[in-house]
C-alpha cells in the first residue's frame, strides 16, 4: 500500500479522530488519498453496512444519523450523528467515490440495545444506555450516537482537566470518567479544550509533506493517556475494542495491510495492542442482543451540540460546518454570514462593520497568541463592532449561526417502517415540509388543504409525535382558524417507530391508539379530553369507543368536582360539527346528561369549603355557565334537543347558589355576577344584595371573598359604569376594621391586581373624587345606571379620524359608512 511512504509502517492504517472535527475530516480525506487503501473501516454498527451506498445518493444530505431500534420495542433506540464535517462521514464518502468498500467495525448494534435494556436504572454508565431520548449520554462518548455506548473521544466532557490528585484512576474501585482533550489542554496550558484544540488541528491545516503526521502525534498522546488512565472509567470499551480487532484482523486477511481504520483516537491504541484472538473472543462470549432495525435519518445541527445532551457533541457545530466548508478567508465568510443574518433582522450593518469586525478579530487573535482567530475572538468582534457592546443581538448569532438549524436530508429509498412512508406521503401531498426552524403555522379550516394539514398534526399529537404544538390564533377567536407551532426534532422518527406498532397508516395508528387510550384512561377529563381530540384529528372510527367508555364512566363517576371539569371540554367539541362536518349527535346527549348531574351536585358540593378548594370549584362554576351557553346553542331549543331549556335550570342553580350562607364567599359572588351577565338580575338587585353583604355583620374576610367573585376576573368595568356599586365597595372598605384590613388586604390586591391598566385608573380617579359626585356631563340618573340618557356626541367624533386610518376612507366615505 502506498502508505508505508511518510513514517508510516507496516500494518493497517489506524485514523484516531475527534468526531464532529472538521480538522480530523480533512486529515482523514487528506490521508486515505496519500494512503489509497483497499478498504476502508469505520466505527459503527455493522448491521447498517448495507446502507452505506445510500451516502452517494443525491437525496442524502448531511447532517443524518443512523437509527437503530430494538424490533420489539422501538422506544429503545440509539442514534449515530454524522454532520458533513465528521470524519466517518468524510471516510464514507472518499470510499463510495473511488469504489472501495466501506465497513462498519463497532460492536453490534443488537448488543449495545440489549446493553441498555440490562442497566436502565444505572444513570451514570451510558455506555450501551440507549434506553430512551431522554436518558441523557456520556460526555465522553465517542461514536457519534446520542444514546449510544460510545466512550472515549477527544470531545470534551468538562471545561476541566481531572485533578492531578485525585485517587488513581487505575484503581478498580473507582469509576473515572477520563476527558482526554481537558487532559491534554491542561498539559498544554490552556484552561479551555475547545480552544486547544483548535489551535493545534482547526487553525493548522493538513500537513504537506506527511498527511500521516497528525494522526501519530495524536496516536502518540492518547496512548500515553491510556498508559496513565487505563480505560477511563469505561469498562465496555474493553468489549468494544475486542470485537474491532477482530474486525480489523479479517479485513487484513481479505486485504492484508491495505486497511484503512477511522475511529476514535482513544480507541486507537487499543487497537494497535497485541492481543490474542481467543481473548478478544472471551470477552463477547455471553452477551446480551436484541433484534434491531437500522435506517437513515434527518439530523440538525442543534442536536449535534453538547448542550442538547449530546455526548460527543460539540459546543458549535455551525461554527465547525463553516470551517469545514470555507477553509479559505474564514474569518471574513463568516463576518459576512453574521452581517446577512443582521440584515435579515433589520439591522443597520454596512460593508465597513464587515472590514472592521475582521480587523479587529485578527488583532485579538495575535494579542491572545492564536494562530488564527477563533470562534472567541470572532464573537468578541461581533459584539464590539456589530453589536455595540450588547450581547442581546449576539444571542441571535449563536442561536442561528454557531449552533444552526440546518436539517438533514434522506432520500425517500432509505429503510423506513411502513408508519414512516405513510407520513412522508401525507407531508407532501399536504405540502408541509419538516423543518428544524421554528415556525408558526396559521390554517384557515375552511380550506381543504388547511383542514387536512390540522387533520394529520392532531392525529400525530394523539399518537405522542410532537411535530406541532397548538397555539391561541392572532387575529381571531372563531374555531375556523387553528396556529400551530412547527418544529422537527430528530428524535420525532422514534416516535414514528413507536407508534408504528398501532398501524401502518397515520389514520388507522391513530385510531387505535385514541381507542387504547379511552380504556386506559384514569379520570373522566381525560376521556373527555380525549373525545376532543377524536374530533379535531377526524377520527369517526375510534369516536364510537371513546363515546361508550364516556358514558360508562359519567353514570359512574358522583365527584362533582370531576363532572365539571369534564364538561367543558367535551362541550367544546361540539363546535367542530359546523366546521369540520362531524356528526356530534352522540356527543351532544352525553354532554347533556353530564350537565344535568351537575346542577343536581353542585350546590350540595359547594357547602363548607375552605379557601382553595372554593376558589377552584369557583372556576368550576365558571366553566360550566360557559359550557351550558355552548351546549344550549348546539342542542337547539328545549323542544328541539329532548332537554329541555338547560340554560334556565343552570340559573335556577346559580340563584340557589347566590342565596346560601353555607357556601363560600368568592362562590356566591360569582353566581350573582353571572346572573346579572344574563340578565337574570337587575342592577337594582345587584346593589342590594352586594349591599346586604357589606353591611357591618359580615366578616370582613367574608365580605372581601363575596367582592372577589363578584368583580374578580374582568370585572371592574361594572365598578367603572356602575358607580354605586363602586360606592358600596368604597365605603365598606373605609369601615373596616384595622386588626381585619390586613387579613383582607391580599384578596382584594388579587382582585383588583388583574384589571387592565387603563380600568385600574379609571378606578383610581373615581375614588379620589368620590363614587357618585359627578362632574360634567359623563352619566346621567336615567336610563342604566352609569351611564347617560344619550350619546356623547363630542366623545364620539373624537375618534373619526382613527377610524377614517385604519379604515384607509375618507372623509365622505366614513360618513356613508356610519349613515
Same mark, same amino acid.
Given at each position: ?13 489506524l ?10 475530516a ?6 486515505l ?35 437503530a ?37 463497532d ?5 449495545t440495545?440489549?446493553w441498555?435494556?440490562d442497566?436502565?436504572a444505572?444513570?451514570d ?15 465522553t ?6 444514546e449510544?455506548p ?10 476541566s482537566a481531572?485533578?492531578?490528585a ?13 476527558d ?16 486547544w ?8 491545516g ?12 495524536l ?19 474493553l468489549?468494544?475494542?475486542a470485537?474491532?480487532?477482530?474486525q ?12 484503512a481504520?477511522?475511529c ?20 463477547l ?13 434527518p439530523?440538525t ?6 448542550a ?7 459546543d ?9 466548508s470555507?477553509?479559505?478567508r474564514p ?8 452581517a ?28 491572545r ?27 441571535l448569532?449563536r442561536?442561528?449561526?454557531?449552533v ?8 425517500p429509498?432509505?429503510p423506513a417502517?411502513p ?18 426552524l421554528?415556525?408558526e ?69 391513530a ?38 367508555v364516556?358514558?360508562?364512566r ?20 361540539l ?14 346527549e ?10 343536581v351536585?353542585?350546590?350540595?358540593a ?13 372556576r ?16 337547539g ?22 342565596a ?7 362562590i356566591?359572588g ?30 370582613p374576610a367574608?365580605?372581601?371573598a363575596?367582592?372577589?367573585g363578584?368583580?374578580? %376576573? ?10 354605586? @356599586? =363602586?360606592? /358600596?365597595? *368604597?365605603?365598606? &372598605?373605609?369601615? #373596616?376594621p ?5 387579613d383582607?388586604?391580599?384578596l382584594?390586591?388579587r ?16 375614588v ?8 360634567g ?8 345606571p ?7 356626541a %363630542? ?10 386610518? @385604519? =379604515?384607509g /376612507?375618507d *372623509?365622505?366615505? &366614513?360618513?356613508? #359608512?356610519?349613515?
Open positions: 500500500m502506498a502508505g508505508t511512504e511518510g513514517g508510516r509502517g507496516a500494518g493497517p492504517l485514523l484516531g479522530v475527534r468526531h464532529h472535527g472538521p480538522g480530523s480533512r486529515a482523514v480525506r487528506a490521508a488519498a496519500a494512503a489509497r487503501p483497499r478498504v476502508v473501516l469505520i466505527e459503527g454498527p455493522p448491521e447498517a453496512d448495507a446502507l452505506i451506498p445510500l451516502a452517494a445518493d443525491e437525496g442524502m444530505r448531511p447532517p443524518v444519523a443512523l437509527l431500534h430494538a424490533v420489539d420495542e422501538p422506544g429503545r433506540s440509539a442514534f449515530w450523528p454524522l454532520a458533513e464535517f465528521s470524519p466517518e462521514w468524510v471516510a464514507i464518502r472518499w470510499a463510495l467515490e473511488h469504489e472501495v468498500p466501506a465497513r462498519f467495525i460492536l453490534p448494534a443488537t448488543h440495545l440489549a441498555g435494556k442497566d436502565e444505572d444513570k454508565d451510558t455506555e450501551g444506555e440507549l434506553t430512551g431520548e431522554e436518558q441523557p449520554p456520556d460526555p462518548a465517542e461514536t457519534p450516537t446520542v449510544t460510545n466512550a472515549g473521544t477527544p470531545s470534551s466532557e468538562s471545561p481531572p485533578d492531578p485525585a485517587p488513581d484512576p487505575s484503581d478498580p474501585d473507582i469509576d473515572i470518567r477520563v482526554p482533550l481537558a487532559v491534554l489542554a491542561e498539559a498544554a496550558g490552556y484552561d479551555d479544550p475547545e480552544r484544540w483548535e489551535d493545534v488541528v482547526e487553525h493548522r493538513v500537513g504537506e509533506r506527511d498527511a500521516f503526521a497528525p494522526f501519530t502525534a496516536e502518540e498522546a492518547m496512548g500515553a493517556l491510556r498508559e496513565t488512565y487505563g480505560v477511563g472509567g469505561r469498562d465496555r470499551d468489549v468494544r475494542e470485537y474491532m480487532r477482530l480489523v484482523r479479517a479485513a487484513q486477511r481479505e486485504f492484508e495491510d491495505d486497511v481504520v477511522v476514535g483516537a482513544w480507541h486507537v491504541p487499543a487497537l494497535r495492542q497485541k492481543a490474542s484472538v481467543a481473548a478478544d473472543r472471551a470477552l462470549k455471553g452477551l446480551p442482543k436484541v433484534k434491531a432495525d437500522l435506517t437513515w435519518v439530523w445541527h442543534r442536536r449535534l451540540s453538547r442538547s445532551g449530546y455526548g460527543a457533541g460539540i458549535s457545530p455551525g461554527w465547525y460546518g463553516h470551517l469545514f470555507a477553509p479559505d474569518v471574513e465568510r463568516w463576518m459576512t454570514k453574521v446577512g443574518l443582521f440584515r435579515e433582522e433589520d439591522r443597520i450593518v454596512s460593508p465597513a462593520h464587515v472590514i472592521e469586525a475582521v480587523r479587529l478579530a485578527e488583532t485579538l487573535a495575535v494579542m497568541g492564536r494562530p488564527l482567530p477563533g470562534l472567541g475572538e470572532t464573537t468578541d468582534a461581533v459584539r464590539a463592532v456589530m453589536c455595540e457592546g450588547s450581547d442581546v443581538p449576539l444571542s448569532v442561536d442561528r449561526l454557531v444552526g438549524d440546518v436539517l438533514g436530508e434522506v432520500p429509498g432509505a417502517v408508519l414512516q412512508r405513510d407520513l412522508d406521503r401525507s407531508q407532501r401531498r399536504l405540502r408541509i415540509k419538516p423543518e428544524a421554528e415556525r403555522l396559521e390554517l384557515d379550516l375552511r380550506k381543504e388543504i388547511d383542514a387536512g394539514r390540522s387533520t394529520l398534526l392532531h392525529r400525530l399529537r394523539l399518537l405522542r409525535i410532537e411535530w406541532g404544538e397548538p397555539t391561541a390564533s392572532r387575529g381571531s377567536t372563531g374555531t375556523f382558524r387553528e396556529t400551530w407551532r412547527l418544529r422537527w426534532e430528530p428524535e420525532l422518527a422514534v416516535r414514528v417507530a413507536e407508534a408504528g406498532v398501532w398501524g401502518t397508516t397515520v389514520p388507522a395508528a385510531t387505535a391508539k385514541a381507542e387504547a387510550d379511552a380504556v386506559g384512561a384514569e379520570s373522566l377529563a381525560d376521556v373527555t379530553a380525549l373525545a376532543e381530540h377524536c374530533l379535531l384529528a377526524e377520527l369517526p372510527d375510534a369516536l364510537p369507543v371513546v363515546m361508550k364516556l358514558a360508562d359519567a353514570a359512574l363517576d358522583t365527584d362533582v368536582g370531576h363532572l365539571a371539569q369534564a364538561l367543558p371540554a367535551l362541550v367544546r367539541s363546535r367542530y360539527g359546523d366546521v369540520r362536518g362531524t356528526d356530534t349527535g352522540a356527543l351532544t352525553v354532554a347533556a346528561g353530564l350537565a344535568e348531574r351537575v346542577f351536585g353542585l350546590p350540595p359547594c357547602a363548607a369549603l375552605d379557601g382553595d378548594a372554593a376558589e377552584e370549584m369557583r368550576h362554576v365558571d366553566a360550566v355557565h360557559g359550557a351550558v351557553g355552548l351546549l344550549g346553542d348546539a342542542g331549543s328545549g323542544a328541539e334537543s329532548g332537554h329541555g331549556d338547560l340554560r334556565v335550570r343552570w340559573r335556577a342553580v346559580l340563584r340557589t347558589l347566590s346560601r350562607d353555607t357556601v363560600p364567599g368568592v356566591r360569582r353566581a350573582v355576577r353571572l346572573l346579572l351577565d344574563e340578565g337574570e338580575l337587575g342592577a337594582d338587585e345587584a346593589a342590594r344584595l352586594m349591599g346586604l353583604v357589606l353591611s357591618p355583620g359580615t366578616p367574608d365580605a372581601a363575596w367582592i372577589e363578584f368583580v374578580g %376576573g374582568g370585572g371592574g368595568l361594572l365598578l367603572v359604569h356602575d358607580e354605586r @356599586l =363602586l360606592g /358600596l365597595v *368604597d365605603e365598606w &372598605l373605609t369601615r #373596616v384595622a386588626e381585619a384590613f390586613t383582607v388586604l391580599p382584594l390586591r382582585t383588583f391586581s388583574s384589571y387592565e391598566p387603563g380600568v385600574r385608573r379609571t378606578l383610581g380617579e373615581l379620589r373624587r368620590g363614587p357618585g359626585k359627578q362632574t356631563t359623563t352619566t346621567a340618573v336615567a336610563g342604566i352609569g351611564f347617560g340618557a344619550e350619546p356623547d %363630542g366623545r364620539a367624533d373624537a375618534v373619526v379620524p382613527v377610524l377614517r386610518l @385604519l =379604515l /376612507l *372623509d365622505d366615505e &366614513l360618513v356613508g #359608512v356610519a349613515g
